[in-house]
């Protein structure tokens, strides 16, 4: 594998990993109510976040209110994994072996080819 792949694909599951733990702690936030700041997985996932949110203010002007800072977080996050899924397939296509996984061949598989027999034909043995 490539360095430049390498680096693409451990920076867009890094992003994939920061985007679930804000779904997560969304999700907690809507299912534990008041009781959220007792929740010890909420609390867990906050402190995960922490990061993301404090790069994601620091990028923000000062208009965004605090609140909305998990979903400015979010966007920004798909915006980075799209960006990310893109050059991959760029790097990948630009190789000669399509990003395979190593020992795995290219096979020349012809498309399936599903036969329709009529009520009353013999039947049709298959390729």
């Known amino acids: 594998m490539s360095t430049d792949l390498f ?3 451990i920076a867009k599951a890094l992003v994939e990993i920061a985007a679930l733990f804000i779904l997560g702690q969304g999700i907690l936030y809507v299912l534990s109510g008041e009781k959220r700041e007792g929740n010890f997985f909420y609390q867990l ?5 922490r990061p993301v949110y404090g790069i994601v ?6 208009v965004i209110v605090d609140r909305h800072v998990p979903w400015v ?3 920004v996050l ?5 960006a990310l899924t893109f050059a991959k397939i760029q790097i990948c296509a ?3 072996d399509r990003c395979r ?6 096979t020349n598989a012809a498309p399936f ?7 009353g034909d013999a039947p049709v043995a298959p390729l």
């Open 78 to 82: 798909f915006w980075l994994w799209l």
């Open 94 to 96: 630009e190789r000669d």
């Open 73 to 75: 977080a979010l966007m």
């Open 7 to 9: 680096l693409v694909t």
């Open 101 to 106: 996984p190593d020992g795995a061949q290219q």
């Open 45 to 49: 996932l906050r402190v995960i976040t």
């Open 57 to 62: 203010r620091l990028l923000t002007p000062k």
């Open 113 to 119: 080819r599903a036969s329709i027999s009529r009520a």
